[in-house]
Protein backbone atom coordinates (compact mmCIF):
# COMPACT_ATOMS: atom_id res chain seq x y z
CA UNK A 1 0.00 0.00 0.00
CA UNK A 2 1.40 3.49 -0.72
CA UNK A 3 2.09 5.70 2.34
CA UNK A 4 3.07 9.35 2.40
CA UNK A 5 4.56 11.69 4.53
CA UNK A 6 2.34 14.34 6.22
CA UNK A 7 3.36 16.98 8.21
CA UNK A 8 6.28 14.66 9.44
CA UNK A 9 3.90 11.56 9.74
CA UNK A 10 3.85 8.68 7.78
CA UNK A 11 0.50 7.28 6.59
CA UNK A 12 -1.14 4.37 6.03
CA UNK A 13 -3.78 1.92 7.36
CA UNK A 14 -3.73 2.52 11.06
CA UNK A 15 -2.19 -0.63 11.61
CA UNK A 16 1.04 0.48 10.01
CA UNK A 17 0.60 4.18 11.56
CA UNK A 18 0.21 2.41 14.81
CA UNK A 19 3.16 0.18 14.54
CA UNK A 20 5.30 2.83 12.82
CA UNK A 21 4.72 5.44 15.33
CA UNK A 22 5.09 3.22 18.18
CA UNK A 23 8.60 2.45 16.77
CA UNK A 24 9.47 6.03 16.38
CA UNK A 25 8.27 7.38 19.26
CA UNK A 26 9.72 4.47 21.90
CA UNK A 27 12.72 3.41 22.60
CA UNK A 28 13.40 -0.45 21.79
CA UNK A 29 15.30 -3.12 23.78
CA UNK A 30 18.74 -3.28 22.84
CA UNK A 31 20.02 -6.39 24.79
CA UNK A 32 16.88 -8.33 24.93
CA UNK A 33 17.53 -12.04 24.65
CA UNK A 34 21.07 -11.60 24.91
CA UNK A 35 21.71 -9.72 28.66
CA UNK A 36 17.87 -10.77 29.91
CA UNK A 37 15.20 -13.28 28.25
CA UNK A 38 13.11 -11.12 25.70
CA UNK A 39 9.57 -13.50 26.72
CA UNK A 40 7.88 -12.19 29.42
CA UNK A 41 7.31 -15.19 30.95
CA UNK A 42 10.58 -16.37 30.88
CA UNK A 43 11.67 -13.11 32.41
CA UNK A 44 9.16 -13.39 34.91
CA UNK A 45 10.82 -16.45 35.89
CA UNK A 46 13.87 -16.11 35.54
CA UNK A 47 13.47 -13.00 38.44
CA UNK A 48 11.38 -15.09 40.43
CA UNK A 49 14.16 -17.61 40.77
CA UNK A 50 16.67 -15.30 41.81
CA UNK A 51 14.42 -14.81 44.84
CA UNK A 52 13.64 -17.95 46.21
CA UNK A 53 10.07 -18.24 48.17
CA UNK A 54 11.24 -18.56 51.30
CA UNK A 55 13.22 -14.78 50.71
CA UNK A 56 11.47 -12.23 52.12
CA UNK A 57 13.66 -9.40 52.84
CA UNK A 58 12.79 -6.40 54.82
CA UNK A 59 12.33 -3.74 52.58
CA UNK A 60 13.51 -0.51 53.69
CA UNK A 61 13.13 3.22 52.45
CA UNK A 62 16.35 4.19 50.81
CA UNK A 63 17.88 6.96 48.90
CA UNK A 64 19.57 5.29 46.49
CA UNK A 65 21.26 1.67 45.25
CA UNK A 66 24.09 0.70 43.70
CA UNK A 67 23.32 -2.28 41.31
CA UNK A 68 25.34 -4.31 38.59
CA UNK A 69 24.45 -4.43 34.68
CA UNK A 70 25.71 -7.42 33.40
CA UNK A 71 23.72 -10.43 31.83
CA UNK A 72 21.22 -11.82 33.74
CA UNK A 73 23.33 -14.89 34.46
CA UNK A 74 26.25 -13.25 35.99
CA UNK A 75 24.99 -10.61 38.00
CA UNK A 76 20.95 -10.86 38.13
CA UNK A 77 20.56 -12.56 41.27
CA UNK A 78 22.47 -10.08 43.26
CA UNK A 79 20.84 -7.16 41.31
CA UNK A 80 16.94 -8.64 42.17
CA UNK A 81 18.28 -9.29 46.09
CA UNK A 82 19.73 -5.35 46.18
CA UNK A 83 16.33 -4.07 44.21
CA UNK A 84 14.41 -6.45 46.54
CA UNK A 85 16.07 -5.09 49.75
CA UNK A 86 14.71 -1.63 49.18
CA UNK A 87 10.86 -0.01 48.08
CA UNK A 88 10.83 1.37 44.85
CA UNK A 89 8.51 4.31 44.37
CA UNK A 90 7.02 5.29 41.38
CA UNK A 91 9.95 7.40 39.92
CA UNK A 92 13.27 5.82 39.86
CA UNK A 93 16.42 7.94 38.46
CA UNK A 94 18.65 5.13 36.76
CA UNK A 95 22.10 6.77 36.07
CA UNK A 96 24.26 4.82 34.11
CA UNK A 97 27.51 4.73 31.94
CA UNK A 98 27.50 5.12 28.42
CA UNK A 99 29.50 2.70 27.26
CA UNK A 100 29.14 3.80 23.73
CA UNK A 101 30.50 7.17 24.13
CA UNK A 102 27.81 8.22 21.28
CA UNK A 103 25.64 11.21 21.95
CA UNK A 104 25.31 14.17 24.82
CA UNK A 105 27.76 13.95 27.51
CA UNK A 106 24.86 13.66 30.05
CA UNK A 107 22.01 12.46 28.10
CA UNK A 108 17.89 12.41 29.11
CA UNK A 109 15.73 9.91 27.08
CA UNK A 110 12.45 11.38 26.55
CA UNK A 111 11.11 8.85 25.21
CA UNK A 112 9.02 5.87 26.76
CA UNK A 113 10.66 2.23 26.66
CA UNK A 114 9.33 -0.41 25.31
CA UNK A 115 10.15 -3.40 27.47
CA UNK A 116 9.22 -6.97 27.57
CA UNK A 117 6.95 -6.81 31.13
CA UNK A 118 5.27 -3.63 28.98
CA UNK A 119 6.25 -0.20 28.10
CA UNK A 120 7.88 2.09 30.75
CA UNK A 121 6.83 5.79 30.55
CA UNK A 122 9.83 8.36 31.32
CA UNK A 123 8.42 10.96 34.17
CA UNK A 124 8.06 14.20 31.84
CA UNK A 125 6.98 16.10 34.62
CA UNK A 126 10.38 15.82 36.60
CA UNK A 127 12.08 15.17 32.95
CA UNK A 128 10.86 18.94 32.19
CA UNK A 129 11.54 20.60 35.63
CA UNK A 130 15.19 18.62 35.31
CA UNK A 131 15.83 20.20 31.64
CA UNK A 132 15.08 23.69 32.79
CA UNK A 133 17.07 23.42 35.75
CA UNK A 134 20.35 22.34 33.87
CA UNK A 135 22.39 23.73 31.12
CA UNK A 136 24.69 20.48 31.14
CA UNK A 137 21.63 17.67 30.84
CA UNK A 138 20.53 17.43 26.89
CA UNK A 139 17.76 15.42 25.90
CA UNK A 140 19.56 12.84 23.71
CA UNK A 141 18.17 9.65 22.16
CA UNK A 142 21.69 8.43 20.49
CA UNK A 143 23.45 7.67 24.00
CA UNK A 144 20.42 5.59 25.10
CA UNK A 145 19.64 3.48 22.02
CA UNK A 146 22.04 0.43 22.45
CA UNK A 147 23.00 1.29 25.58
CA UNK A 148 22.68 -1.78 27.98
CA UNK A 149 23.85 -0.27 31.62
CA UNK A 150 20.02 1.65 32.19
CA UNK A 151 18.23 -1.01 30.21
CA UNK A 152 18.81 -4.29 32.22
CA UNK A 153 17.54 -2.41 35.84
CA UNK A 154 14.34 -1.63 34.38
CA UNK A 155 12.99 -5.41 34.39
CA UNK A 156 13.67 -5.72 38.13
CA UNK A 157 11.90 -2.37 38.72
CA UNK A 158 9.14 -3.37 37.09
CA UNK A 159 8.74 -6.02 38.96
CA UNK A 160 8.58 -5.03 42.08
CA UNK A 161 7.59 -1.78 40.93
CA UNK A 162 4.27 -1.86 38.41
CA UNK A 163 3.50 1.60 38.26
CA UNK A 164 7.12 2.82 37.14
CA UNK A 165 8.06 5.60 35.26
CA UNK A 166 11.59 6.97 34.84
CA UNK A 167 14.63 9.50 34.59
CA UNK A 168 17.35 7.97 32.13
CA UNK A 169 20.50 9.30 32.18
CA UNK A 170 23.43 8.06 30.82
CA UNK A 171 26.50 9.49 31.57
CA UNK A 172 29.81 9.95 28.92
CA UNK A 173 32.94 11.00 30.75
CA UNK A 174 32.52 14.65 32.90
CA UNK A 175 34.66 16.04 35.45
CA UNK A 176 34.11 15.42 39.29
CA UNK A 177 32.26 19.59 39.39
CA UNK A 178 30.32 18.24 36.74
CA UNK A 179 29.03 15.03 38.92
CA UNK A 180 28.59 17.33 41.57
CA UNK A 181 26.42 19.89 39.97
CA UNK A 182 24.50 17.42 38.20
CA UNK A 183 24.00 15.49 41.54
CA UNK A 184 22.82 19.06 43.01
CA UNK A 185 20.39 19.94 40.15
CA UNK A 186 18.71 16.66 40.70
CA UNK A 187 18.35 17.36 44.65
CA UNK A 188 16.57 20.80 43.65
CA UNK A 189 14.21 19.20 40.80
CA UNK A 190 13.47 16.53 43.52
CA UNK A 191 12.49 19.30 46.04
CA UNK A 192 10.27 21.18 43.19
CA UNK A 193 8.87 17.94 42.19
CA UNK A 194 7.58 17.12 45.95
CA UNK A 195 8.13 13.29 44.92
CA UNK A 196 9.39 10.19 45.94
CA UNK A 197 12.25 8.79 43.99
CA UNK A 198 14.71 6.57 44.07
CA UNK A 199 18.66 6.64 42.57
CA UNK A 200 19.63 3.74 40.70
CA UNK A 201 23.00 3.95 40.33
CA UNK A 202 24.32 1.36 37.39
CA UNK A 203 28.00 -0.03 37.70
CA UNK A 204 30.05 -3.48 37.64
CA UNK A 205 33.21 -3.24 38.96
CA UNK A 206 36.82 -4.25 37.94
CA UNK A 207 37.43 -5.88 34.23
CA UNK A 208 39.07 -8.71 33.25
CA UNK A 209 41.58 -8.93 36.55
CA UNK A 210 42.39 -12.36 38.46
CA UNK A 211 39.85 -12.47 41.14
CA UNK A 212 42.21 -11.77 44.01
CA UNK A 213 42.80 -8.36 42.01
CA UNK A 214 39.49 -7.77 41.17
CA UNK A 215 38.59 -8.17 44.98
CA UNK A 216 41.45 -6.20 46.31
CA UNK A 217 40.50 -3.13 43.71
CA UNK A 218 37.06 -3.22 44.43
CA UNK A 219 37.73 -3.30 47.99
CA UNK A 220 38.95 0.35 47.87
CA UNK A 221 36.54 1.21 45.92
CA UNK A 222 34.00 -0.02 47.86
CA UNK A 223 34.91 1.58 50.73
CA UNK A 224 34.67 4.62 49.56
CA UNK A 225 30.87 3.96 49.01
CA UNK A 226 30.27 2.26 52.19
CA UNK A 227 31.43 6.17 53.62
CA UNK A 228 29.98 8.04 51.61
CA UNK A 229 32.95 9.58 49.97
CA UNK A 230 32.00 10.63 46.38
CA UNK A 231 34.92 12.67 45.90
CA UNK A 232 37.33 9.90 47.48
CA UNK A 233 36.00 7.67 44.91
CA UNK A 234 36.05 9.47 42.40
CA UNK A 235 40.77 9.94 43.14
CA UNK A 236 40.61 6.03 43.76
CA UNK A 237 38.89 4.85 41.23
CA UNK A 238 41.52 6.86 38.97
CA UNK A 239 44.50 6.32 40.93
CA UNK A 240 44.24 2.91 41.34
CA UNK A 241 43.38 2.17 37.70
CA UNK A 242 40.22 0.26 38.73
CA UNK A 243 38.20 -0.43 35.70
CA UNK A 244 34.99 0.31 37.04
CA UNK A 245 32.54 1.46 34.23
CA UNK A 246 29.73 3.09 36.37
CA UNK A 247 31.95 5.75 38.79
CA UNK A 248 30.68 8.48 37.32
CA UNK A 249 27.23 7.47 37.86
CA UNK A 250 28.26 6.25 41.34
CA UNK A 251 29.92 9.57 41.95
CA UNK A 252 26.87 11.40 41.18
CA UNK A 253 24.52 9.44 43.32
CA UNK A 254 27.25 9.58 46.53
CA UNK A 255 26.37 13.59 45.98
CA UNK A 256 22.86 13.53 45.92
CA UNK A 257 22.53 11.24 48.51
CA UNK A 258 24.51 12.78 50.88
CA UNK A 259 23.31 16.53 49.97
CA UNK A 260 19.22 14.73 50.80
CA UNK A 261 20.55 13.30 54.28
CA UNK A 262 22.46 9.84 53.83
CA UNK A 263 24.05 8.28 56.30
CA UNK A 264 24.51 4.92 55.91
CA UNK A 265 25.07 2.12 53.04
CA UNK A 266 24.47 -1.62 53.70
CA UNK A 267 26.34 -4.22 51.47
CA UNK A 268 23.79 -6.24 50.27
CA UNK A 269 26.38 -8.35 48.27
CA UNK A 270 29.71 -9.00 46.18
CA UNK A 271 30.76 -11.42 43.61
CA UNK A 272 32.32 -11.98 40.13
CA UNK A 273 31.82 -13.59 36.92
CA UNK A 274 34.29 -16.28 37.45
CA UNK A 275 32.00 -18.23 40.18
CA UNK A 276 29.41 -18.68 36.93
CA UNK A 277 32.51 -19.08 34.16
CA UNK A 278 34.67 -21.11 36.21
CA UNK A 279 37.64 -18.76 35.12
CA UNK A 280 38.76 -16.53 38.00
CA UNK A 281 42.08 -15.12 36.05
CA UNK A 282 39.75 -13.09 34.12
CA UNK A 283 36.51 -11.76 36.17
CA UNK A 284 34.25 -9.00 36.14
CA UNK A 285 33.32 -7.57 39.46
CA UNK A 286 29.73 -6.95 41.07
CA UNK A 287 28.45 -5.38 43.55
CA UNK A 288 25.16 -4.42 45.28
CA UNK A 289 24.24 -1.81 47.69
CA UNK A 290 21.65 0.38 49.40
CA UNK A 291 21.81 3.91 50.55
CA UNK A 292 19.81 5.60 53.33
Partial sequence: MDRQVQNGLLKGT???VHYLAEEEIMRQPAVADRFYPGSPNTLEHTISG????????????AIAVVSPHAGYVYSGELAAKTLASVKIPKTVIII?????????PIALSAKSWSMPFGSVPVDTDFSTLLLANSSQIKP???????EHSLEVQ???????QKELSIVPLAVSDISLSACREVAEVLVQ?????GKSVLF???????????????ERKDGLALRCIKELEPEKLYYTVRDNNISMCGVLPVTITLFAAKILGATSTKLVGYTDSG????????????????IS
Wanted: charged letters at 20%.
Fill in 154 to 160: IPFLQYF
Fill in 189 to 193: TIKQS
Fill in 140 to 146: DEIAHNS
Fill in 50 to 61: FLPAEYEPDKKS
Fill in 275 to 290: YVSGDSNQVVGYAGLS
Fill in 96 to 104: GPNHHGAGS
Fill in 200 to 214: VASTDMSHYESRESA
Fill in 14 to 16: DQE
